[in-house]
């Protein structure tokens, strides 16, 4: 069974599709995806990997957040928020720390 927010990111995946007037056995040439595989994905029967949906970012011109919904909540108290990720950062290894490194500077290159 599919998540809501996976699905939301399908449509939108879709959707920015059609809005390039490209089809999927484009999308999926330029994404080096079987057009069956891609397919699935955009159905949400599977999940984009976060490595596609930059790849997605950079041949749709988008920020990664016209794929991924985030919540349009009032400001948070960034102090309290600083300190739980303080938190969870300082119980990584340093293998997870250098995962979360990387994670974190290809994402920020396609927010706005």
């Known amino acids: 069974m599919k998540s809501r927010t996976s699905g939301i990111i399908s449509q939108n995946i879709k959707n920015l599709r059609l809005l390039n007037n490209m089809t ?6 330029l994404l080096e ?4 595989y891609y397919s699935q994905l955009e159905r949400g029967e599977r999940n984009f990997t976060i490595e ?11 920020g990664i957040e016209d ?4 919540e349009n909540s009032p400001a948070p108290d960034t102090t309290a ?8 950062i300082r119980s990584l290894s ?19």
Do not use: N, W
């Open 67 to 70: 794929i991924i919904p985030v």
């Open 24 to 29: 999927q056995e484009e999308l999926s040439g």
């Open 94 to 112: 340093s293998s997870q720390l250098s995962l979360l490194e990387k994670f974190i500077t290809e994402v920020l290159a396609y927010t706005r």
């Open 81 to 88: 928020q600083i300190a739980r990720i303080d938190q969870m």
């Open 33 to 36: 995806l079987d057009t069956q």
């Open 52 to 62: 596609k949906i930059i790849r997605l970012c950079q041949i749709l011109h988008v």
